[in-house]
């Protein structure tokens, strides 16, 4: 892997307020970035707002505002909420700032230039009342009336620009069958390229009837509608084409996003960047929708997780915790469900496996050793042995999870390893060994290969549990600061390191 990562979310609209489906995409890329730059290496994490379009311009006229003040309120709460949940962003983009505009009229020129644009019509299914065009599969669902008023829709046809998607489609297949772009998971590459394999029609991207949005150079009349403004913030947030950061982080590492926008990143983007001529996304990751207690969220329904529920989740169990129980609650890319239930016992989880298990080996050693890792004992077990094996396997094990963005596994391998440990010390009875003067070599073993797995444990969570990780390898006397992963992982504490005192990780909390 090279020594350089860049890696994306979605711009998010700001037509409302964040909410869970947000904060998910958004934490998993900070997992992500924190692992690379744990690895050492130089990290672009990107994030932003997608400020254009119809939804926005409607919004903002119910509230009786323009659209770019209720863009501003928005986005001043998304950019709130991602510090108060500490994301680690390197750049906030939003469509509206100037720098955007600037980076996606050059694209659109270069586009020009390529030929890859022309001037059409659209045709489709309009409704009056909403001034908005619906899809076939929708106006066929609401039996060609508008879902808000009922009346019948009118076939209507509008002047508007195209992209020549057509043109790029075989190398698309190419590039994603080739695994040039991995479009992961697997079964959604699949779906991907089976609709791709169906046909395409080139890409609408103007329209002459919307003001909010970014002018086509060549007929200001026309603002770029939806995909080619909001995709081309990859690019432009890096200074497309000639700025430092461009050239240092293009290609993406990582694009990721929720599933219902896969198609877009995977099949537009890539086309348009063929038009510019540009490297294609090394990878673009499409994770699963939540739910909430088994049903989809929803405000009337009172089952919707948004900032204030956020907000006091991480106020009774933490902000890692919160981390935690989205990254466990299902493999990477399936769809979730929220359960408090589930939250609860995520949190004890943490508290009973990694917890426990910190505060028996700072204990013993403070008890038995004053509080000093022993140089561990001549003769070794079965089981010693077997813990040994565990700790030696877990670096390899993460740096597999974490290539291949599993990230449920990423948070429970460090978490299992703790349970095997805690299952050991079970097993071995250091209580008992204590007692009997001719087992003090068994004991040193114990104690030092426990405190190896706490060390090896804590630092696997530091991308997942920053601070609790952080906090549990100062207990150790482990100051991190300076270290990469890899030399967290795979240097064993010397014998005669001295510890402190434990303190408790994560306290019961009284259930109201
Ligand atoms: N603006 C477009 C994206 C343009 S990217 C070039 C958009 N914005 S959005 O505000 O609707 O955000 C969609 C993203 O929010 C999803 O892709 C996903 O990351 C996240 N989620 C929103 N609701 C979600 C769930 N219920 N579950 C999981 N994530 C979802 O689409």
Not at 263 to 272: G, I, N, Q
């Amino acid at each position: 892997m090279e020594d350089r990562y860049y890696i994306t979310t979605p711009i998010y609209y700001p037509n409302g307020e964040p909410h869970l489906g947000h904060v998910y995409t958004t934490l998993c890329a900070d997992v992500l970035a924190r692992y690379h730059r744990w690895c050492g290496r130089r990290t672009w994490f990107l994030t932003g707002t997608d400020e254009h379009g119809i939804k926005m311009v409607k919004t903002a006229s119910e509230k009786g505002i323009e659209p770019k003040q209720l863009a501003d309120q928005n986005v001043a709460v998304f950019e709130s909420l991602w510090r108060e949940l500490k994301v680690t962003h390197d750049d906030f983009i939003r469509t509206s700032s100037d720098r955007h505009k600037a980076g996606v009229t050059r694209i659109v020129h270069q586009m020009l230039d390529r030929g890859d644009i022309y001037r059409g019509s659209y045709e489709g299914w309009y409704d009056e009342g909403q001034e908005e065009f619906v899809t076939e599969s929708n106006a066929k669902e609401a039996d060609y009336k508008s879902v808000v008023s009922g009346r019948p829709l009118v076939r209507y046809k509008e002047p508007t620009y195209f992209f020549r998607l057509t043109r790029y489609v075989p190398q698309v297949i190419q590039a994603i069958e080739s695994d040039q772009i991995k479009v992961r998971p697997e079964s959604r590459k699949n779906e991907v390229l089976s609709k791709l394999k169906q046909g395409v029609e080139d890409l609408s991207i103007s329209r002459a009837t919307l003001k909010w949005g970014v002018p086509l150079p060549n007929d200001p009349d026309h603002v770029l509608y939806v995909w080619i403004d909001a995709l081309s913030n990859y690019i432009t947030a890096l200074d497309y084409p000639d700025g430092d950061k461009y050239k240092t982080f293009w290609p993406v590492d990582n694009h990721l996003i929720g599933k219902e926008i896969l198609w877009f990143h995977a099949v537009y983007w890539p086309a348009m960047l063929m038009s510019l001529g540009q490297p294609l996304p090394r990878m673009v990751f499409a994770h699963g929708w939540w739910t909430a207690e088994g049903k989809k969220m929803s405000k009337s329904i009172g089952n919707f997780i948004d900032v204030q529920k956020l907000r006091a989740v991480v106020g009774t169990y933490s902000l890692d915790a919160l981390r935690y129980y989205l990254l466990r609650a299902a493999p990477f890319g399936s769809d979730l469900d929220w359960k408090d239930a589930e939250l609860t016992n995520a949190y004890s989880e943490l508290g009973n496996v990694v917890g426990n298990l910190l505060n028996r080996t700072l204990n013993m050693l403070s008890k038995y050793r004053e509080g000093r890792i022993p140089a561990p004992g001549q003769a070794t077990s079965e089981a010693d042995q077997s813990l040994r094996r565990q700790i030696d396997t877990l670096a390899g094990e993460l740096a597999c999870a974490y290539e291949g963005v599993e990230l449920q596994k990423c948070a429970l391998l460090p978490v299992e390893l703790a349970r095997s440990a805690n299952a050991y010390i079970d097993a071995t009875r250091p209580f008992s060994l204590a007692k009997n003067p001719s087992e003090a070599e068994a004991l040193n073993t114990v104690l030092n290969l426990c405190a190896q797995a706490c060390k090896r444990i804590l630092s696997a969570l530091l991308p997942v549990l920053p601070e609790k990780a952080e906090s549990g390898l100062r207990q150790l006397g482990v100051v991190v600061q300076g270290q990469t992963l890899q030399s967290l992982l795979s240097e064993d504490l010397p014998s005669g390191h001295l510890v402190s005192r434990a303190e408790v990780l994560f306290p019961r909390i009284e259930v109201k």
